[in-house]
């Protein structure tokens, strides 16, 4: 499904390039921590994989399509089809959860009853069917990473890209998080999740990619982070 | 779905800018105001024009007994009279209508002019002279039939209208044109204001743009927000703008001045109206331009 093919990024006016040939493949329905310490090009991985970013050389391709090559005004489009979740959930702080929810809906036209079917749906997927109507200060910060989550996966996107996503959150509501994202996953969504929390990768046995100076240092199956010595 | 979810963002970036919104509706109103009164003074001055110059016309003076001219010796004599008036209609089509004005008649229409003025008493019966009063096919022509009658012996001099009314309007012009530059310069203020008003609300709502672009809204979804808010301003500050020119043509032109001034022929409610979908129209294309040019370079597509 996603194909990197000796892909490197070199930001402008740097010295260095964040990623460094990197190849990579990730089939439909995989689960992928992307992990390595701070600065070693996880969410720049991630940028080309959304289309923020496009690679200095090499392709990035997703379902086959070269997304480097994509027209911009193609881009919504293909935004479309993968959800996103960031370290700072990004909610918009004067809308319900259920407004939140539904503006993934609503940016990208959806009528007013399939939110009203859907949001609801999702809501109590993540566990959130309470406090639809409670504003992102109300909620803790594992509840308004679930809102985040709910948002994502509202559309059904095939591909979820997570960057960091329990890296505000304390170890237990990391937990419920991880639970969640495994629950999505395996409805065939495929999952590319950067992290850099030991503890979390060592439990959930996932197939791990690790960068260091944005080159893949290792890429184990059912992988425990501690191997390399972190 | 769509315009609701628009309409609740547009109202919701115009009350989060409020301060900002009030400057760009004045703003707007203010540069439109102007460019309707510089396009009001113009159909002010061709109503003005068009009315006078229908009504022009050359007198042709005679000579009275103490005429200096050096085609006069002493007062026209009727051999004279009668060739003036036999070139005058000989300058036909050019020449439309003749009507002779004598003495007598002169210091009448002189009195009703000037009823109640001091300087009746100055003016003796006779001190007026006799004259054809000549409307011509175009007042451009002039030049042509003064040609051949001002060496005509009894011509004492040939007074042109036109050329007093020109003056007058060259003043008015100068008005419009100084208006008109005016209003450039305040939109061209409006067009900043605009542009600064769009930059700063984007980077207020970077935030949701940039959650807009990850679940993939498009570039025209993005940004009609807040193209929309300015277009909201432009329509409020151009509905001010209107509402001044027609206050101005009811209040002040059809209450004191045509009242008073009933010689002058003033600009009728259609030609104000005419105005106002200009008025509309530059508010709104401004609005769309100013904005999109800067959203295209702050929000990244
Ligand atoms: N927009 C940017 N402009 C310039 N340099 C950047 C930019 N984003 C990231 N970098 C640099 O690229 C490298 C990788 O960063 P990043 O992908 O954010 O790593 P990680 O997410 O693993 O911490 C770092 O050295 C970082 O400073
Ligand atoms: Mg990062």
Known sequence: ?230 | MRTSFLAREVSGGLRRNFTMTLALIVSVAVSLTLFGTALLMRSQVDRMKGYWYDRIEVSVFLCGPNSLAYTCTGAVTDSQRAAIKAELVSLKPTVQHIYYESTTEAFKRFKEQFKGSSILSQVGPDALPESFRVKLDDPKNFDKIASSLKSMQGVESIQDQRKLLERFFQILKGLQTFALAVAVAMLFVTVLLVMNTVRVAAFARRRETSIMRAVGASNASIRLPFIMEAVTAAVFGAALASASLIAFKYFVIDLRLAPKWTVIAWVTWQEVLVIVPWLFAVGIVTAVLASGVTLRRYLKG
């Open chain 1, 1 to 230: 499904m996603i194909r990197f093919d000796h892909v490197s990024k070199q930001y402008k006016n740097t010295n260095r390039p964040a990623l460094n040939d990197i190849d990579l493949t990730v089939e439909q329905g995989d689960f992928v921590f992307l992990v390595g310490s701070s600065g070693s090009g996880k969410s720049s991985l991630l940028r080309l994989l959304q289309r923020e970013e496009i690679p200095t050389s090499g392709t990035v391709s997703v379902d086959g399509i070269d997304i480097g090559k994509l027209a911009n005004r193609k881009v919504p489009a293909f935004r479309r089809t993968m959800g996103i979740v960031f370290q700072d959930f990004r909610l918009l702080p004067n809308r319900t959860v259920f407004d939140n929810v539904a503006f993934g809906m609503e940016v990208i036209g959806q009528s007013r009853s399939e939110i009203q079917q859907r949001v609801p749906e999702v809501l109590e997927l993540v566990g959130l069917e309470e406090k639809e109507k409670r504003l992102p200060t109300e909620l803790s910060g594992g509840e308004q990473q679930r809102v985040a989550l709910a948002r994502a996966f509202v559309n059904q996107p095939r591909l979820l890209l997570a960057d960091e996503p329990t890296g505000n959150l304390d170890p237990s509501t990391s937990v419920g998080i991880m639970k969640l994202l495994d629950r999505i996953n395996r409805t065939g969504t495929t999952i590319l999740m950067a992290t850099h929390d030991v503890a979390i990768v060592d439990q959930m046995r996932k197939r791990i990619v690790q960068l260091d100076a944005g080159r893949i240092v290792r890429d184990q199956e059912r992988g425990i982070y501690g191997h390399t010595g972190f």
